[in-house]
């Protein structure tokens, strides 16, 4: 496609369930990354993903939270567990190369109730 | 880790007067300086970079200056328009191959009619 695409965009879940959201990047691109947005604040950063492999994953918050590349194109992060405090716009983007002109989807809003 | 500052929260314009965004960085590592702008319910659009090679870079009505010395960049945005209003994050790379951003709390931009 044409840009980065995230599915679902809206996610509601019962605390305590898993979920997954998807992401597609633009074609080509070999860099992917996973963000997270709470309202009010800036995008926090995940995980970085160079190929298949997970270059840095520093950003994941514990180990409920797990994100593949297995054909170093679609992205699925996983929450097990989830919990309130997990409700956030979750951000994918993908560049080129990795470190510059980063693209980003239209998120996926999960909400944990 | 890096820390970044944005300033202000939030600015009010008139149409076609000017905006300032300032942000600083702690790591005079950093070498990328992307802004981005976020409508609501979307993902940020990169809408101008800079390297730390370079001083200044403008694309018609936005311009982007980085003082490295000083550790801290602005956006500069003339002719303001009513499409102008959005939230605008800075965001940081603090070098080449730790290729995660990291972004500021972002300014929300009005542009009055």
């Known amino acids: 496609g044409a840009g980065v695409s995230q599915t679902p965009s809206n996610k509601v879940t019962e605390k305590g369930k898993y979920v997954e959201l998807r992401c597609d990047p633009i074609?080509?691109?070999?860099?992917l990354y996973w963000y997270r947005q709470s309202l009010g604040q800036g995008p926090e950063f995940l995980i970085y993903?160079?190929?298949?492999?997970?270059?840095?994953d520093s950003g994941l918050p514990n180990d409920r939270f797990f994100a593949v590349r297995p054909e170093g194109s679609v992205s699925t992060l996983k929450i097990q567990r989830t919990e309130r405090g997990d409700s956030a716009v979750y951000l994918c983007?993908?560049?080129?190369?990795?470190?510059?002109?980063?693209?980003f989807g239209q998120g996926t809003r999960l909400t944990v109730v | 880790g890096e820390n970044v500052e944005q300033h202000p929260s939030t600015l009010s314009v008139q149409e076609g007067d000017s905006a300032v965004i300032k942000c600083t960085y702690s790591?005079?590592?950093?070498?990328?300086f992307p802004w981005y702008k976020q409508e609501l319910g979307k993902g940020p659009q990169l809408i101008i970079d800079?390297?730390?090679?370079?001083g200044e870079k403008k694309d018609q009505r936005i311009a982007v200056t980085l003082n490295k010395t000083a550790k801290h960049f602005s956006l500069h945005i003339t002719e303001t328009q009513p499409e102008d209003s959005a939230v605008y994050f800075c965001?940081?790379?603090?070098?080449?191959?730790?290729?995660?951003?990291?972004f500021g709390t972002g300014t929300r931009l009005t542009i009055i009619p």
């Open positions: 983007a993908s560049s080129f190369t990795g470190g510059t002109e980063a693209f």
């Open positions: 074609s080509g691109h070999t860099a």
């Open positions: 993903f160079q190929g298949t492999g997970a270059a840095d």
């Open positions: 790591d005079s590592a950093s070498n990328y």
């Open positions: 800079i390297r730390s090679n370079v």
């Open positions: 965001a940081v790379i603090s070098n080449f191959g730790n290729e995660k951003l990291t």
